[in-house]
């Protein structure tokens, strides 16, 4: 299952490269493939295309609680809050 979710988030990049969103999946897709650096790049790519998407920051942050890095998550994840009034708890 999660192979084809690979390979539909890949086509989602490649068919689009400017949307957040498929950034934002396919870093959770290879996050949940044990393929952290290119997880992170893909939800860092996100960021950098919509840099006021709450989502996309929460998403890093918990990205990078994933890969035992929490310090970084916790400024991302205020962001988000920040940015989103209504921020699921």
């Given at each position: ?25 396919l ?13 992170l ?27 035992g ?21």
């Open positions: 299952m999660l192979e084809r979710a690979l390979e539909l988030t890949q086509q989602a990049v490649a068919r689009d490269d400017s949307l957040s969103q498929a950034h934002t999946l870093g959770w897709v290879y996050l949940s493939t044990n393929r952290e650096a290119e997880a790049a893909e939800i860092k790519r996100a960021v950098a295309l919509n840099p006021n998407d709450a989502g996309a920051y929460a998403r890093l942050g918990g990205a990078l609680i994933f890969v890095r929490p310090g970084e998550a916790i400024e991302l994840e205020e962001k988000a809050m920040r940015l989103d009034p209504h921020y699921p708890p």
